[in-house]
């Protein structure tokens, strides 16, 4: 199978998914429905990651929470996603406190669909796994920022300042 790379302007794939209450979300819908939380949807932050509370995946996790008032107040809504399961999401939704939806993608479709289920190793051994990837995607469904292999720390700021999130 050939490696999805997707780049800024490309079409974001759309997607059906469950999140950790069993509600099923659509982008497409969320994206047609011009509606968020606090105001007018500007776009989704959708991103990936390896392991529910495992350091990396915390620290990134806290903040995408950290900043998540100002990425609602500036119309993006954020989800998460991982191979997790829903009980595992859902402890650490509780755990840390995490004001966003996160994504049970157990067969990783979302994870190869955004190109982020990528061949990796560690001490010696190969394994497929995820790679640490964030995408923006706007109201009319085009990928505004792209960012693979992302730092589980300081990326969530910069994805804010490229974006203009105060």
């Known amino acids: ?17 469950i999140i950790t209450d069993g509600t099923t979300i659509r982008l497409s819908e969320i994206l047609a429905s011009g509606e968020h939380r606090l105001g007018g949807l500007c776009g989704v932050i959708l991103y990936f990651y390896p392991r529910d509370d495992t350091p990396g995946c915390t620290t990134q996790a806290c903040d ?17 996603v991982s191979t997790d399961s829903a009980e595992s ?20 479709e979302l994870h190869e669909a955004y190109g982020t289920w990528r061949e990796k190793k560690m001490y010696g051994r190969t394994y497929m796994g995820t790679l640490r990837s964030t995408f923006a995607i706007s109201s009319e469904g085009t990928l505004e920022w792209v960012g693979y292999g992302v730092r589980a720390k300081g990326h969530v700021e910069g ?6 999130v105060r």
């Open 89 to 108: 999401h859902q402890k650490f939704i509780d755990k840390h406190d995490l004001p966003f939806e996160l994504i049970v993608d157990g067969g990783a």
């Open 159 to 164: 994805l804010m300042e490229s974006l203009g």
């Open 64 to 80: 995408f929470r950290d900043g998540f008032g100002s990425f609602s107040g500036s119309g993006w809504r954020v989800i998460g």
């Open 1 to 17: 199978m050939a490696l999805t790379e997707l780049a800024v302007g490309d079409t974001a794939p759309d997607f059906e998914a």
